[in-house]
């Protein structure tokens, strides 16, 4: 088992930054590739982010690519998501999840088995 804990999440206006912090235990990250998903209300989650366990690739989604960076700290077993130049259209409950090595895809919700409790962003235009 590993347990996840968000952190960072927060109010801000548009067009400014936040930087979230997903920390794990029980688990090294470094086994691991992770991703990072949000949820507005009345909406599926959607796929954001994600590292692989080396932090040699990433992946985003379309909606935020250019503007989010995902980062690993293996060291410290925290994955990261800086976001910049934010939209009220970002604000969501962000979830960080860590992905199994049988998953086919970084995608979809399940490719991801373990997840932390959310951290609430709010953008305010």
């Known amino acids: 088992q590993v347990q996840l804990v968000e952190s960072g999440g927060g109010l801000v206006q548009a067009g400014g930054s936040l930087r979230l912090s997903c920390a794990a235990s029980?688990?090294?990250?470094?086994?691991?590739?992770m991703g990072w998903f949000r949820q507005a209300p009345g909406k599926e989650r959607e796929f954001v982010a994600a590292?692989?366990?080396?932090?040699?690739?990433?992946y985003y989604g379309d909606s935020v690519k250019g503007r989010f960076t995902i980062s690993k700290d293996n060291a410290k077993n925290t994955v990261y998501l800086q976001m910049n130049s934010l939209k009220p259209e970002d604000t969501a409950v962000y979830y960080c999840?860590?992905?199994?090595?049988?998953?086919?895809?970084?995608?979809?919700?399940?490719?991801?088995?373990?997840w932390g409790q959310g951290t609430q962003v709010t953008v305010s235009s």
């Open positions: 999840a860590v992905r199994p090595t049988y998953s086919s895809t970084y995608y979809y919700e399940r490719d991801y088995a373990y």
């Open positions: 029980g688990r090294t990250l470094r086994r691991y590739d």
């Open positions: 590292i692989t366990l080396s932090g040699s690739s990433t």
